[in-house]
């Protein structure tokens, strides 16, 4: 397991009963977890002093209720800044286990820029507030950032402004991911690095309909054609508990390493809980690199 244990102001205190209880900078949050099938003592104080805590309906959905938290405040992690608010569907606006991907991402492309001096220019799609795409520009990389929702890209810019990148080689697109990959094949634009983060299921802006089981597995072949011949990297992370790392594997390797040799390497990712030492999992991701 990829492990994201790095961060000094975010950590998962506990979990039990279907929820998690993580501090987010100066603050304590309580959020539901479908993962945290166990049943443990809530011995952390947090749990009775919390400043927000989502309730999931058994409808569906839910709703927070807050005690003493702020409409938005930030985090870091090295050298980049997040705008954290809580907005629905139990979200603050990061995904904190993205980080062990952040980290492996940016020294390749380092590596890339120190030793060989070569452009880096990074693709990043679903890209949500734009964690991956600032940690790629932190590392040097031109990054193109492309999601299909305009309030998420507004926010994703805010966050380059707090992390000191408002002048960093950005492309900032509102588009459906699968449109602009068949428009850049036809401009015969390639990349050195692609990330995507594909929801389980989502709508583009003109309602068009993403089921990831039914969709993924296409989109990385699609994707493929504008991976650069001489290409660095290639990142699919999951959410969707079907998608397992073997699954992850199987669909990177059938769809690059014909053509672009290198090797794929996939593995859950997952936070520590700093109360017991155990590893929180937070879903997959698939590798490939040269």
Same mark, same amino acid.
Request: charged share 20%; net charge neutral; with cysteine.
């Given at each position: 397991? @990829?492990?994201?244990?790095? @961060?000094?102001?975010?950590? %998962? ?24 099938? @166990? ?42 800044? $997040?705008?954290?608010?809580? $907005?629905? $569907? ?72 707090? #992390? ?35 929801? #389980? ?34 990142? %699919? ?22 053509? $672009? ?11 520590? %809980? ?17």
């Amino acid at each position: 397991m @990829w492990i994201a244990d790095n @961060w000094k102001d975010y950590e %998962v205190i506990d979990t039990s009963d279907g929820e998690k209880l993580e501090r987010w900078g100066d603050y304590i949050l309580v959020r539901p977890d479908p993962q945290v099938i @166990w049943h443990t003592p809530k011995k952390a104080p947090g749990w009775k002093h919390r400043n927000g805590h989502y309730h999931r309906s058994s409808k569906g959905g839910g709703e927070w209720e807050f005690f003493d938290l702020p409409q938005e405040w930030q985090i870091r992690y090295r050298e980049l800044t $997040f705008n954290l608010k809580p $907005f629905s $569907f139990k979200h603050t606006g990061l995904f904190p286990e993205q980080a062990t991907n952040w980290d492996w991402f940016s020294s390749i492309i380092k590596g890339a820029v120190q030793e060989t001096n070569r452009p880096v220019k990074v693709l990043n799609l679903f890209a949500y507030t734009g964690g991956a795409t600032l940690a790629a520009a932190k590392a040097g990389a031109s990054v193109t950032h492309v999601d299909a929702s305009k309030g998420m890209v507004t926010w994703a810019k805010e966050n380059a402004v707090a #992390s000191g990148l408002s002048d960093a080689p950005i492309r900032w697109l509102v588009d459906d991911c699968v449109k602009f990959v068949e428009r850049e094949i036809r401009r015969g634009n390639t990349y050195d690095g692609i990330i995507m983060d594909p929801p #389980s299921y989502g709508r583009g802006p003109k309602g068009e309909i993403w089921k990831i089981e039914e969709s993924i597995f296409p989109f990385i072949e699609l994707t493929s054609k504008i991976l650069a011949k001489d290409a660095l990297f290639f990142l %699919v992370n999951s959410y969707t508990t079907g998608l397992q790392p073997a699954v992850l594997t199987y669909m990177i390797h059938t769809a690059l390493i014909p053509q $672009f040799g290198g090797h794929v390497e996939a593995s859950e990712i997952g936070l520590p %809980v700093s109360s017991n030492g155990l590893i929180l999992p937070c879903g997959a991701s698939g590798r490939w690199m040269r």
